[in-house]
């Protein structure tokens, strides 16, 4: 397949800004376009989605039939030009420094995306989590995703600064920190059952769906303690986060105290 997805059904109440932000966890975005299916000023739209890799727009198809602002979308995959043609494609990738630390949302396992859907607020249904899940168990993890945390933990000793990264490493904040960085797949003490849990849940495929909504809660709580306080940010100049996107008018932002917000149950994806 290549690397665009098709999306319909989108609300006329919804902006590309949305839909941007929304596709944004499969994959860096190269091109979308956003166009309403007639004249009328509530009719539906649709949308084309281009990622930089493949993986992304796979990814992607995981949210077919998920709930975009007021609507629930429809994803499908876009034929590639040898597709088209009729040819098998063959591609030839470039090598890529494994030693490199930078974990893209390409190289995670899509349970991991699939939770920070969660996490942000954004209603995923049980089928689709299922999917994700499956696609791990055929593909398995990703080798890099694997040496990334590797090198990581070795050479910054993250299980023993998780949430507390020494700055004299030079590290990138935004590459490390954050509920969506690095730093987030550790905990402080490694040997905790927690601490355990957590790298079990990355390192296996074999997870249930209930493991899903518990690290989209683990995350949720990241999230929830990384935001300043009203009092903390009273007379400080505002500062940007890690550049998470945000959820769509309409969807539930969860607040992990409360079990009813933490998106994605039984009794809310019926």
Not at 35 to 53: H, I, L, N, R, Y
Not at 215 to 226: V, Y
Request: neutral net charge; aromatic residues 6%; contains cysteine.
């Amino acid at each position: 397949m290549s690397s665009t997805v098709h999306v319909a059904n989108i609300s006329s109440k919804t902006s590309e800004k949305e839909v941007r932000d929304f596709f944004s966890f499969c994959g860096k975005i190269t091109s979308l376009s956003l166009t309403p299916s007639s004249g009328d000023a509530e009719a539906s739209q649709s949308a084309t989605v281009t990622f930089e890799k493949e993986t992304a727009a796979k990814t992607a198809l995981l949210l077919d039939q998920t709930q975009l602002g007021p609507s629930a979308v429809k994803v499908t995959a876009a034929p590639s030009i040898d597709e088209l043609a009729g040819a098998k494609a063959t591609t030839a990738h470039g090598a890529r420094d494994e030693a490199n630390n930078h974990l893209e949302q390409e190289d995670k396992p899509r349970s991991r995306i699939v939770a920070e859907y969660l996490a942000h607020g954004y209603v995923i249904s049980d089928q689709a989590i299922e999917k994700a899940i499956s696609l791990d168990k055929t593909h398995g993890i990703s080798a890099r995703f694997n040496t990334v945390l590797k090198n990581f933990d070795s050479k910054y000793h993250a299980t023993d600064k998780a949430r507390g990264i020494d700055e004299s490493y030079g590290i990138s904040d935004k590459a490390t920190s954050g509920w969506r960085g690095l730093s987030s797949y550790f905990e402080k003490a490694l040997d905790t059952p927690t601490g355990r849990k957590i790298r079990a849940f990355y390192l296996q495929s074999d997870k249930q769906v209930r493991d899903i909504h518990n690290e989209a809660r683990r995350l949720a709580d990241l999230k929830h303690a990384s935001s300043p306080s009203p009092e903390s940010a009273m007379g400080q100049t505002a500062q940007t986060t890690e550049g998470a996107p945000t959820a769509p008018t309409g969807v539930p932002v969860g607040d992990p105290s409360a079990p009813k917000t933490v998106p994605g149950t039984a009794a809310e994806t019926k």
